[in-house]
């Protein structure tokens, strides 16, 4: 087990507390057999020969197990090897079971805290044009580009879109991954804000590019997000907030030793050039 009971417990809650089931669209016996070989699996009701029975009786019929005394009591989730807790997952992805929409957001989950425990999922192959995800090691402490939903999220105060959106536009112009809210109006539309700009700030980017000013210590909105951001930065112990000020405004948490960009002196081409720097790509 190389995939921690924490990270398995904190995927698992992710998985019971989403909207959906986490079978998807599919019926859960279906499912399952996707994962585990229930016929020939031993039931622990005798009324039955085997786990598909049981499972069909207690989940289906009487309803009187939930999912959690499923996964984690009678199928043992947090104890069972890392091969069949990913294959778990990679069913968890399949287009079968999850929307397209809805897969970039479990993807971002799952991966942000896969990580630490060496493992990544990453697409293998498609079918019908969707992608299929399976699980990858990757080397300790490094994220690579695919790795993320984005390369960077920009985080601001509506005062000063003007600028940011001009850095947005010359992101996007060069191909840039950029997670800019107005590029994302049909994501947002209809979320729980407060729970998927968290997912976004937290954990679906390279870098988190926060434009500090007076304006941006003020609102309600950018201090969310500034929580989320520096809740990742600790957790992962690497770079990943780039402040760029517009003023010298202090922000709980973000040091004054870290490294910035002055605004005063950049024009929103000049930022993102360096923004595409700092990612290793060439302008």
Known sequence: MEITEVTRQDIIDYLLLRDGPFYGRLDLISFLKRVWD??????????????????????????????????ITYL?????????FLSFLQQTLHPLVLSTEMVADAV???????APD??????????SGKPIYKAKRITANA????HFTYEVVLSFA??????????ANYLKSHHIEVFYDRYEES???????AEHLDKVYRGSARY???????????????NHERRSALARAIEEKEEYILPARFDMTELPGLRHTVGYVDLTSKSPDELGNLIIQKLGHTV
């Open 76 to 84: 043992k989730l947090l104890n069972c090897s890392d091969d069949i």
């Open 187 to 193: 994501t947002l539309w209809g979320k729980d804000l």
């Open 208 to 222: 988190c590019v926060m434009f500090v000013s007076e304006h941006y210590a003020k609102k309600v909105w950018t």
């Open 118 to 127: 060496g493992y990544e999922f990453d697409v293998d192959s498609r079918i």
């Open 108 to 114: 971002a989950e799952y991966n942000s805290r896969l």
């Open 143 to 146: 994220f690579p580009h695919h």
């Open 38 to 71: 229930l016929p020939s699996m031993p039931s622990t009701d005798r009324r039955f020969t085997n786990a598909e029975g049981d499972i069909w009786k207690h989940m289906v019929m009487n309803d009187d197990w939930d999912n959690t005394y499923l996964l």
């Open 158 to 167: 509506g005062e000063d879109r003007g600028y940011v959106e001009n850095v």
